[in-house]
């Protein structure tokens, strides 16, 4: 990647400029296309006043009452276009994020899958505080969705950081259903007017997730409809590169001033958590070879009711209402409990200055000396 493409943000056509980037050369595509709302006229609340409502030239695709549709037939080329110019930019192992509502979602969707991407997740922004439907003749639009997509199906390595993911949410496994709000306060970008630079920028910490989740410090992300700078913002401040592709040149103007206020993390601040996966693979029976554990020490369940004692061979016996067992850390765990599987890492505890710990905690002390 040419260092003068690198942090910064590139005004014009967004297609055009990513044609001229090298091929495989961005990690991360964060895309938040035109919707294509199609709105027939003015949106107005019920006391007849004006809603501040998408209605820009640039989200705009022919005539929304042509009985033909030509206004789908143009999305639909647009769309094509520009994920054809993303996924040539897109390292084999790199992923995409697109957003987008019930208007163009689904079509941007097929398109993906037509290309040859991978889908692996849609996510649903459950937002927080949205805006009422005013006319009262639908439901609330409270949600937009988004869709995680490999570059392709064959190529299994590309970045998750599930075990950060985890840790972002308590501890417990991030579901596809993401409850954040809208972008609001100070966070909202205004002109000297004091009206909304731009009228859906999306929030930070939205960005911070799908950041933190598919790219690591030091990765280039690229942002095709950059707007006001919210990817860069958050790329920045997380370690990470990014690309800003943005045809307005007032957008980019805010976008670069955006950008640069902001102060990046510490770098050991901003690195996920490793996967447990990545970890180097540790036998119980070295804990026994370090003089961790010696033969004959007495192991207990977290409730210190079940027992099992360590032999010399790396292998745990033990005898209870269910038999006498004899086998590895995870069978005789199993087998105590009359349980199908067992984690026997977490399940033995051993007595360390008068507290009872998992034997995870030595294994932890093996890894830590490698």
């Known amino acids: 990647m040419p260092v003068e493409n690198i942090d910064r943000v590139l005004v014009g056509d967004c297609i055009e400029l990513m044609r001229a980037l090298p091929e495989a050369s961005v990690d991360m595509v964060f895309a938040d296309p035109p919707y294509n709302l ?141 409850l954040l709000p809208l972008c609001t306060g100070g966070e909202r970008l205004k002109g000297e007017d004091g009206r909304k630079a731009h009228p859906t920028q999306k929030p930070e910490a939205l960005l911070f997730r799908c950041i933190m989740a598919a790219s690591n410090p030091g990765d280039v992300i690229l942002d095709p409809f950059f707007g006001t700078g919210t990817t860069g913002a958050v790329a920045r401040r997380l370690g990470r590169r990014f690309i800003g592709l943005e045809r307005d040149p007032d957008y980019a103007a805010i976008a670069r001033k955006r950008i640069a206020e902001i102060e990046p993390l510490a770098g050991e601040d901003v690195v996920p958590k490793p996967s447990k996966r990545a970890e180097p693979r540790i036998a119980f029976g070295v804990l026994i070879e370090a003089g961790l554990l010696r033969p004959g020490t007495v192991l207990s369940d977290p409730s210190g009711r079940l027992h099992a004692r360590v032999r010399a061979d790396g292998s745990l016996s033990a005898s209870n209402a269910l038999g006498d067992h004899r086998g590895s850390i995870h069978q005789v765990g199993a087998a105590v409990q009359g349980a199908p599987a067992c984690n026997g890492w977490t399940f033995w505890h051993v007595e360390v200055a008068g507290s009872r710990l998992p034997i995870d905690h030595l294994r932890q002390q093996v890894r830590a000396g490698l």
Not at 118 to 138: A, C, E, H, Q, T
Not at 165 to 176: A, D, F, P, T, Y
């Open 38 to 178: 199609q709105l027939g006229g003015e949106l107005l609340r019920p006391d007849h006043s004006k809603v501040d409502a998408v209605d820009d030239d640039w989200d705009k695709f022919g005539d929304p009452s042509d009985p033909l549709g030509t206004s789908f037939a143009r999305y639909d080329q647009f769309t094509n276009a520009w994920l054809k110019a993303a996924r040539r930019a897109l390292k084999p192992g790199g992923t995409l994020w697109v957003i987008g509502s019930y208007h163009n979602i689904f079509r941007i969707g097929t398109a993906l899958q037509d290309q040859g991407f991978w889908l692996l997740n849609d996510i649903v922004w459950r937002k927080s505080n949205p805006m009422p439907n005013f006319r009262g003749k639908r439901f609330t639009n409270a949600h937009e969705t988004l869709i995680w997509a490999a570059r392709d199906r064959a190529n299994k390595k590309y970045t998750f950081n599930y075990d950060s993911m985890k840790e972002l949410n308590e501890g417990v496994q991030m579901r596809s259903d993401w």
